[in-house]
């Protein structure tokens, strides 16, 4: 089950709004409470999309980048670790898509010779051909949806880069 965010509706969305900012200090509250709601509302229309996306080929967005970041080094064998490092996740994480990409056949994997607690991976060749068939649709889609964003993508990457910073605030103590 997917985590969604809850978002009030249009019609009581101002008066919520309204209220909320009435109970807070600052002075523009009403503007940042508006702000901060079409970010989460644009977060999940985002992670929805990516969602119904990959679906279509039948993987989630982590099998996606799983696949694609070993179809980099095609031969290598890979570690769930290294994965997990590579991709800036905990190796625990790496481990339950692998199991399903694993299950799909898209990737095999051995007992290390040297510790047999660790499961040297590999990209199969129906994995290299899944992600080769997959790339060239996927980036045709990102071109359509993103072509639009060309002239103001500078603008777009720095509000991106200010919201990012600015939401390390929400996670301090």
């Known amino acids: 089950m997917e985590k969604k965010f809850l978002f ?16 807070a200090e600052e002075q523009d509250t009403e503007e940042i409470l508006h702000t ?4 989460l509302e644009l977060s999940q229309k985002v992670q ?10 039948g993987l989630t967005q982590s099998r996606f980048l799983i696949l694609a970041a070993m179809m980099l080094h095609p031969d290598e064998t ?6 997990a490092s590579l991709l800036g996740v905990k190796a625990p994480t790496v481990s339950g898509i692998l199991n399903g990409l ?13 510790d ?21 649709d996927h980036f045709r889609r ?5 072509s639009n964003l060309s002239q103001n993508r500078k603008s777009l990457d720095t509000v991106i880069g200010h919201i990012s910073r600015s939401l390390e605030d929400l996670k301090k103590d």
């Open 36 to 39: 901060a709601i079409s970010v």
């Open 78 to 83: 890979w570690t769930p670790a290294g994965l």
């Open 8 to 23: 009030p509706r249009d019609s009581i969305r101002k008066e919520l709004i309204k209220k909320m900012s009435g109970m």
């Open 48 to 57: 929805d999309s990516i969602s119904q996306h990959f679906a279509r080929y």
């Open 102 to 114: 694993l299950n799909a056949g898209f990737v095999t994997g051995e007992r290390s010779e040297e």
């Open 142 to 146: 990102l071109s359509s949806a993103f």
């Open 116 to 136: 047999r607690r660790v499961v040297m991976l590999k990209l199969t060749q129906k994995g290299r051909q899944k992600i080769s068939k997959i790339l060239p």
